[in-house]
């Protein structure tokens, strides 16, 4: 699984020459052109050259834990369909599919409401040719058609459905940083030395007018937000929802979330451009606003743990441990404890849920309780 790393014709590690070419001829880069570069170069980003999954690779995903987490989100859809009129053809769209884990999970239990599978047609959006090759071996055998599509403008019109976990923190995001004349983006250039260091552009950047402390910083996930608008206007217009699960926060403030992992060890976002995956933070409010500037209701966000135990995965657990053997009980165990792990860095907290819908969609399982607060 690592072979991509060693013997890849571009390795990439080629990637901080390239972006220290890049400053040296355009000058210096935005954080969001940084991290897209880093991320999605054709060649050399992390996603595109490399299948960063799994117990040895750099990160593990709720999918990647558990059939149940898949599973339960297929058997959330096949109510969902029925909720909004259960439409004889849906779009199954999923955002960043990964390894294909949660959508193979998810076409397996969703057999168990015929009606709701044969309306199904999968597309996938996914910016790396390599996991779009696991994607097709994982659902060779799904029963129902699959295409891939680089960007969502690509997918055909009508009901659709789409899910996403773990993809709006991939979206590359701009910073800004409060000085003593205003608001500046923040910019990646080069120090003396010839390494990547950030620095502040040139211009005070006169939309933004948040009063806060010299040095604060702003992230604005920019791209997030544009995928968001772009969804929830056409489930508006063409009806379907939106599933996201992502790790962030709910309320929008000053401070940057940046982060670098490579080997599940955080690392310098700076130093291994394409070796190492950049995420931030996902900012919660600010695609409910997206949302909701669209004219779209939002669900949520709830956190991971209510949200799965509310639809069922305890009896789902309970349900797989019935027909396991010990080894499988003590696995099974240990995954529910993960998703769910309510403690302050646990999945279960650290992830929040969030649904989009056309406005007049209510009671959806797992966001009891939860009530959108503009309507
Ligand atoms: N959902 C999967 C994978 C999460 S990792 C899981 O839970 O296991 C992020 C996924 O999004 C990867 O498949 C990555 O290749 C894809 N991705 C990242 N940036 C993207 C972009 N800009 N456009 C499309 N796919 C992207």
């Given amino acids: 699984m690592d072979d991509a790393r060693d013997s890849d014709a571009h390795a990439p590690g080629d990637l901080l020459d390239d972006i220290r070419d890049i400053i040296i001829h355009d000058g210096p880069i935005s954080v969001e052109r940084f991290m897209a570069l880093a991320l999605t170069h054709p060649t050399k980003g992390y996603?595109?050259?490399?299948?960063?999954?799994?117990?040895?690779?750099?990160?593990?995903?709720?999918?990647?834990?558990?059939?149940?987490?898949?599973?339960?989100?297929?058997l959330w859809a096949a109510d969902f369909w029925e909720?909004?009129?259960?439409?004889?053809?849906v779009?199954?769209?999923?955002?960043?599919?990964?390894?294909?884990?949660?959508?193979?999970?998810?076409?397996?239990?969703?057999?168990?409401?015929?009606?709701?599978?044969?309306?199904?047609?999968?597309?996938?959006v996914e910016a790396s040719p390599k996991l779009a090759d696991r994607q097709s071996e994982a659902l060779a055998s799904c029963g129902r058609p699959v295409s891939w599509h680089r960007t969502i403008d690509d997918i055909p019109p009508g009901p659709a459905l789409f899910i996403a976990n773990e993809f709006f923190d991939a979206l590359p995001v701009r910073h800004f940083m409060k000085t003593h004349e205003g608001w500046r983006e923040r910019l990646i250039g080069l120090d003396d030395d010839g390494r990547l260091a950030f620095g502040l552009g040139p211009e005070v950047e006169p939309f933004l007018r948040a009063e806060a402390e010299e040095g604060a910083i702003l992230e604005i996930n920019v791209a997030a937000q544009r995928v968001m608008s772009q969804i929830a206007s056409r489930i508006v217009e063409q009806?379907?929802?939106?599933?996201?699960?992502?790790?962030?926060?709910?309320?929008?403030?000053f401070g940057?979330?940046?982060?670098?992992?490579?080997?599940h060890q955080f690392v310098d976002p700076l130093d291994e451009p394409g070796l190492a995956d950049l995420t931030t933070h996902v900012d919660f409010a600010a695609l409910s606003r997206a949302a909701h500037a669209a004219h779209a209701q939002v669900h949520g966000p709830v956190t991971q743990g209510d949200f799965l135990v509310n639809i069922g995965i305890v009896e789902r657990a309970e349900a797989l441990q019935g027909r396991a053997n010990s080894d499988q009980k003590t696995q099974i165990d240990t995954a529910l404890g993960r998703l769910t792990d309510m403690s302050e860095t646990g999945m279960g907290a650290m992830f929040k849920v969030l649904a989009v819908t056309r406005r007049g969609v209510a009671g959806l399982p797992g966001f009891e309780g939860t009530h959108d607060g503009t309507d």
């Fill in 239 to 253: 009806n379907g929802g939106l599933l996201a699960f992502d790790y962030g926060y709910l309320q929008t403030g």
């Fill in 47 to 74: 996603y595109t050259a490399r299948d960063p999954f799994g117990a040895a690779g750099d990160f593990t995903t709720s999918p990647e834990i558990s059939q149940m987490f898949g599973e339960l989100v297929g």
């Fill in 256 to 263: 940057e979330t940046l982060q670098a992992i490579r080997a």
């Fill in 91 to 124: 779009r199954l769209v999923e955002l960043g599919p990964g390894r294909g884990a949660l959508m193979s999970d998810f076409l397996r239990a969703a057999r168990v409401a015929p009606g709701f599978f044969a309306a199904l047609d999968v597309h996938l």
């Fill in 83 to 89: 909720r909004i009129g259960a439409p004889a053809q």
